[in-house]
């Protein structure tokens, strides 16, 4: 068992035995306050009625008659007649309290009508006190007033057994509700020092068995246990595609320099492959830099106000004139005043790689669409082409870094055009998706927030 277990049984088990004993002396005090009270002196008209009438007949018969009255008339009464002379000595020869005899006394003093408590003087001058005490004849107090374990003197139950239960039942309350939070507590700890020891599928979820904020806190490790196997593959994948897409460039330059070894009358050719070889190296490692960059979110620009129709004009113009060559055309459709608050270059960016990648698959002889409107809050881009289009199950990978799908396979690139777009995007606050024309073709989405008035 670990500290928190600990703690939390502790202080619930604590509060619980406090409770627990709190409850138990109170009602021993109860037990003990009312046990004396049922000992003193008894009240109401039947006790003041008995009295009276016990008063009478010693007034003609004396002490035998007295207790032959009580005999036949107190049978199975709750409460019996007591008789103490000047000295407390009871006059019948039973038992009484000292506590009733003061108690009698006192409610004399006060002249209470309503006590069964009376003085009475016999013609030779001896005082009597008469008073009703709880019990039967002889002086032996009834069943219903001598509970189990009651002291003959009035005292209450021992409190010892109820605290003994109060313990018992704290003990095992606090034990469960301890191993109730503590345990979910343990088996994210086991998951934290297996996913830190490399276990990255490592998930929580499904141990907590409950609904509550530790439940919730498990879908969150879940969830981030997911994104960083996530990206650690991601990582993964990136350096073997790096180092793929170098390894072929690399291998063609070494090939070269070899051919233009063993024949130097085609000393120019080779060099021709030696610079081109080159130069798609340099493209290359130039789209993996700006692509890191953007991963970690520093370009060296900071966001201004712009107006996207202007951004879209300037690559639709340049990409129009290099599509013309091609047999396709891109035109735009972007009303003025749709003012946005991001990067220019960054968008630029992101809407070239995307105009770029629709001349490159659209079918000879169609048009690149790149349209532009306000939806709420929203500035949308939309850039649709007449191509093949992609497999649905692609749509979502597209934008993963070196994938080209099926349908680009025989293209040439690194794969890395619409990544780059994507977290161009992204880092603007906005959000891509893509998805197949109806006819044929693909459309790509681009959202972005309008700059606030």
């Not at 006819?439 to 309008?450: A, D, F, I, M, S």
């Amino acid at each position: 068992m670990g500290r928190l277990f600990w703690k939390i049984f502790i202080a619930c088990w604590l509060a619980l035995l406090l409770t627990a004993g709190g409850g138990a002396l109170s009602a021993w005090f109860f037990h003990q306050a009312r046990g004396q009270q049922e000992r003193g002196v008894e009240g109401g008209p039947l006790a003041r009625s008995q009295v009276d009438a016990a008063i009478a007949v010693f007034k003609h018969g004396g002490v035998g008659a007295l207790r032959d009255w009580m005999g036949d008339v107190g049978a199975g009464s709750r409460r019996a007649v007591r008789v103490v002379d000047t000295q407390g000595r009871e006059v019948l020869g039973g038992e009484v309290s000292s506590t009733a005899v003061e108690q009698a006394r006192v409610l004399v003093q006060q002249a209470d009508r309503g006590a069964a408590s009376r003085l009475y003087t016999s013609p030779e001058g001896a005082t009597y006190l008469f008073f009703a005490v709880p019990g039967g004849p002889g002086g032996a107090p009834p069943a219903e007033f001598s509970p189990p374990g009651l002291p003959p003197e009035g005292g209450g139950p021992s409190p010892l057994p109820p605290l003994a239960l109060g313990l018992l039942l704290s003990l095992g309350l606090s034990s469960l509700l301890a191993w109730y939070l503590t345990r979910p507590v343990k088996h994210l700890k086991a998951a934290f020092s297996a996913f830190a020891a490399g276990k990255l599928e490592t998930r929580v979820g499904s141990l907590m068995g409950r609904r509550d904020e530790i439940a919730d806190l498990g879908q969150d490790f879940d969830r981030m246990a997911q994104r960083l196997q996530g990206a650690m593959a991601a990582q993964q994948r990136l350096l073997h595609d790096v180092s793929h897409e170098l390894r072929s460039p690399l291998a063609r330059l070494h090939v070269a320099i070899g051919l233009a070894r063993k024949g130097p009358e085609k000393i120019d050719l080779t060099l021709e492959r030696i610079e081109r070889e080159s130069a798609r190296l340099d493209q290359l490692l130039g789209e993996v830099l700006t692509l890191s960059r953007l991963e970690s979110g520093v370009t060296g620009e900071t966001f201004s106000h712009f107006d996207v129709a202007d951004v879209a004009a300037d690559v639709v113009g340049d990409a129009d004139f290099e599509a013309q060559a091609m047999g396709r055309r891109v035109t735009l459709a972007a009303p003025d005043g749709i003012v946005l608050r991001g990067i220019p270059s960054m968008l630029h960016r992101a809407l070239e790689n995307l105009v770029r990648n629709g001349i490159k698959y659209a079918d000879p002889g169609t048009v690149v669409e790149v349209k532009i409107d306000a939806v709420a809050d929203r500035c949308r881009i939309s850039v649709c082409d007449r191509g093949p289009g992609v497999p649905a199950e692609e749509l979502e990978v597209i934008f993963t870094p070196f994938y080209r799908g099926e349908n680009g396979q025989g293209e040439k690139g690194f794969g890395l055009g619409l990544a780059i777009a994507r977290r161009a995007v992204l880092m603007q606050g906005g959000s891509l998706r893509a998805c197949n024309r109806e006819g044929g073709g693909l459309c790509v989405e681009v959202l972005l927030l309008l700059a606030s008035p």
